[in-house]
């Protein structure tokens, strides 16, 4: 069971993501904003991906520092974004290369690879 922090400031698309993990056995946290997130990461036990959609509250790279920040707080965290398409490609350089990008509307399916491969990539 991995512990999955959502930040998304779409509540539906939010309540989605962190029902379908918890079917899945995961243990979510939700954020919808950068402040909250980085308070939950401070609070939580450890957190093995930060889901985070890349603009948040109409900043458009709100996501990708969010990522930054919380590298610095939990070495080891994995980074699965949700975005457009067109948002996505123009910032693939700014995301890292272990970060993998959603574009939405994803899958559920999608969301089980993204957070699959994610973990999977945690092991190694």
């Known amino acids: 069971m ?7 400031d779409e509540k539906q698309v939010c309540v989605f993501a962190a029902s379908y993990l918890r079917q899945q056995g995961h243990r979510t946290i939700s954020a ?14 450890g957190v093995d991906v930060l889901f985070s959609e890349i ?11 969010l990522a930054q920040q919380a590298a610095r707080r ?25 970060s ?3 574009e939405k509307p994803y899958t559920v399916d999608e969301l089980k690879r993204g957070v699959s491969g994610q973990l999977g990539a945690n092991r190694n």
């Open 55 to 65: 603009r948040l509250n109409n900043d458009a790279l709100a996501g990708v520092r």
């Open 74 to 98: 939990c070495p080891g965290m994995k980074v699965l974004y949700a975005g457009e398409h067109e948002t996505a490609d123009r910032l693939k350089p700014l995301l890292g290369e272990s």
């Open 32 to 45: 919808a904003t950068t402040e909250e997130a980085l308070a939950l990461i401070e609070a939580a036990d």
């Open 100 to 102: 993998v990008v959603l």
């Open 2 to 8: 991995a512990t999955i922090l959502i930040v998304e």
